[in-house]
């Protein structure tokens, strides 16, 4: 008789967010096949759980994926983990939960943590209907696409971003769907667990360097209409540019090109009303 294939979610941060029978499982099956085996040795080592673990991911999961099927049609029980969360959103595994459906392998969910379903539950945004888009594309004409998808839909909206990339972003969605309001959440249950909440023009202003993957949660029931988006004053651009190069470190130069994509105005227009809010000051 054929073994069952476990799909064990497991804590995003904070070690104490596991289930009695997450825990139960990951002791009892043969063995677990971890995104990275060194993050899961941490859980495992808390929990006083021995069981073998070997890596697979996006790199081996195709290569790997037989040895694991044979082993659980041979009878043996096996955990599926992803590095933190509930596995194959947005971590592999697809294929090979796949194969194992194929192969008419129970497979069994263990439900748990979730990044997306945290950051929604303290966001207060809408949640009766909502999407969740992963990551942005790193190459420009996928994350064009993906931004123009995006502007197009009316419900919450959910996805993650790394760090280096997630300024880049914020300001990308200003252009294009405007100063819609929107939760930035970071180290998520863990000690310094952040929630920046407001508009997106806010949130940029109020996040420094950011550390660790970022889920972002959208309102974009509440996005203004763009066409009808009204410019700031001369002086509101320019104590927005002292925030940009003073507190945030960024040249006058990359300021008022941050500023021109925020408002949506060419550079040389935020230059000439930055200069003439400077010549009123005086």
């Given at each position: 008789m054929p073994g069952t294939l476990y799909v064990v979610a497991t804590p995003i941060g904070n070690l104490e967010d596991i289930t009695a029978r997450a825990l139960r499982v990951l002791g009892e099956v043969a063995l677990i096949a971890a995104e990275d085996t060194r993050r899961t040795a941490h859980l495992l080592a808390r929990y006083a759980i021995q069981t073998p673990t070997t890596s697979l991911h996006e790199h081996n999961e195709t290569k790997k994926t037989p040895a694991l099927i044979d082993r659980l049609s041979r009878g043996e029980n096996v955990a599926l983990v992803s590095d933190a969360g509930t596995p194959l959103i947005s971590d592999p595994g697809r294929h090979l939960i796949r194969a194992a459906v194929d192969a008419g392998i129970r497979v069994e969910p263990i439900p748990g943590p979730s990044a997306v379903m945290t950051a929604l539950a303290a966001a207060g945004a809408a949640t009766d209907t909502f999407v969740f888009r992963g990551f942005?594309?790193?190459?420009?004409k996928d994350r064009k696409n993906w931004f123009t998808k995006l502007s197009n839909d009316s419900e919450t909206t959910v996805f993650f971003e790394a760090p280096h990339r997630i300024r880049e972003t914020l300001e990308q969605l200003l252009q294009v769907i405007g100063d819609c309001p929107i939760v930035l959440c970071r180290e998520l249950t863990k000690i310094h667990e952040t929630l920046v909440r407001g508009p997106i023009s806010t949130v940029l202003s109020a996040i420094g360097e950011v550390k660790g993957e970022v889920t972002v949660v959208i309102e974009?029931?509440?996005?203004?209409?763009?066409?009808?988006?009204v410019r700031p004053s001369q002086a509101a651009l320019l104590e927005e540019l002292v925030h940009i190069t003073e507190i945030d470190g960024l040249t006058r130069r990359a300021g008022i090109n941050i500023l021109a994509k925020r408002h949506a105005m060419r550079p040389n227009e935020v230059y000439e009303a930055i200069e003439a809010a400077k010549k009123l000051a005086e």
């Open positions: 942005p594309p790193t190459r420009a974009l029931g509440l996005k203004p209409n763009i066409s009808a988006r």
